[in-house]
């Protein structure tokens, strides 16, 4: 087992986008309108809250120009909250802006994106931290990989709704599950167990890996790779490793999809974490 070296995927944001637009591009009316795995949210509203998540990306990261929360936001349910306000913002605006507007939008503002996020230093401090990951300061390689995985489990909603192939090829999620991962050692730092337990989760399918959380003595640490004999293995395949990190999968559906040997309570935080912020 090796402990997770930083992750780039900057060079991945305009194979990305052209993926999106060219999906989009070729949408019936009727496919637009489609419920997805993402709540009441159909492709529409999908498709506009990524086109508001770049803007609000170029905003910030590239022109220093941030939206104040309205009071001080000291917990993650006061930043969810923030953040679905200005989700909701986003897609009001957007529901006056016509399929091909949108995707015309998102093809410029993608191009754009990639450019802003080439020309970071991946190592300077990022604009925000990765709360999700427990951090209260990122470097920018993390904040781009939690944008990477944004940008990449709203495209594969977009894809899963309307029946397109998803992009499970290790090109594309080799790094989305190296940055998902890094949700456990959040996910678990309450949960008891003795000195030396580990859990590892193993992914299947288009693209395999194992990665582990094991117990130290005073927290859990997150490595890629497996030991042996684990107390817990969490076994799923990587069209739905994806949907569990990013609530695309129903509590009573992980029993279907998901694969539990050994301690399942020790494996109990890791099918409850999430790479998002919720």
């Known amino acids: 087992m090796q402990p997770l070296a930083p992750c780039y995927t900057a060079d991945l944001f305009g194979p990305l986008s052209k993926q999106l637009v060219a999906v989009l591009r070729e949408l019936t009316p009727a496919e637009w309108e489609r419920p997805t795995l993402a709540?009441?949210?159909?492709?529409?509203?999908?498709?506009?809250?990524?086109?508001?998540?770049?803007?609000?990306?170029?905003?910030?990261?590239?022109?220093a120009h941030f939206v104040s929360?309205?009071?001080?936001?000291?917990?993650?349910?006061?930043?969810?909250?923030f953040i679905n306000r200005l989700n909701a913002d986003g897609l009001a605006y957007a529901a006056r802006l016509s399929p091909r507007l949108v995707t015309d939008l998102l093809e410029v503002a993608g191009d754009w994106v990639a450019l802003s996020v080439a020309g970071l230093d991946p190592h300077a401090p990022a604009v925000f931290p990765v709360s999700w990951a427990g951090e209260t300061a990122s470097e920018?390689?993390?904040?781009?990989?939690?944008?990477?995985?944004?940008?990449?489990?709203?495209?594969?909603?977009i894809r899963d709704a309307v029946s397109r192939p998803r992009l499970l090829e290790p090109q594309w999620m080799v790094p989305l599950l190296?940055?998902?991962?890094?949700?456990?050692?959040?996910?678990y730092a309450s949960a008891p167990a003795p000195a030396g337990s580990v859990v590892t989760l193993q992914v299947t399918g288009e693209t395999t890996g194992a990665w582990s959380i094991t117990r130290d003595a005073n927290r859990w640490r997150l490595t890629s790779g497996r030991p042996a004999?684990?107390?817990?293995?969490?076994?799923?395949?990587?069209?739905?490793?994806?949907?569990?990190?990013?609530n695309g999968l129903a509590h009573d559906a992980l029993a279907e999809r998901v694969r539990v040997e050994g301690k399942t309570d020790l494996a109990a935080p890791l099918l409850r974490a999430r790479s998002v912020i919720v």
């Open 69 to 81: 929360p309205e009071g001080p936001i000291q917990t993650e349910r006061e930043l969810a909250a």
């Open 39 to 63: 709540g009441r949210w159909r492709v529409r509203d999908v498709a506009a809250h990524l086109l508001d998540g770049q803007l609000r990306t170029l905003s910030a990261q590239r022109d």
């Open 178 to 187: 190296d940055i998902s991962v890094r949700a456990l050692p959040h996910a």
């Open 140 to 157: 920018n390689w993390m904040h781009t990989g939690r944008e990477y995985t944004e940008h990449w489990h709203h495209q594969m909603q």
């Open 229 to 246: 004999q684990p107390d817990a293995i969490v076994t799923v395949a990587a069209d739905n490793a994806w949907r569990m990190f990013y």
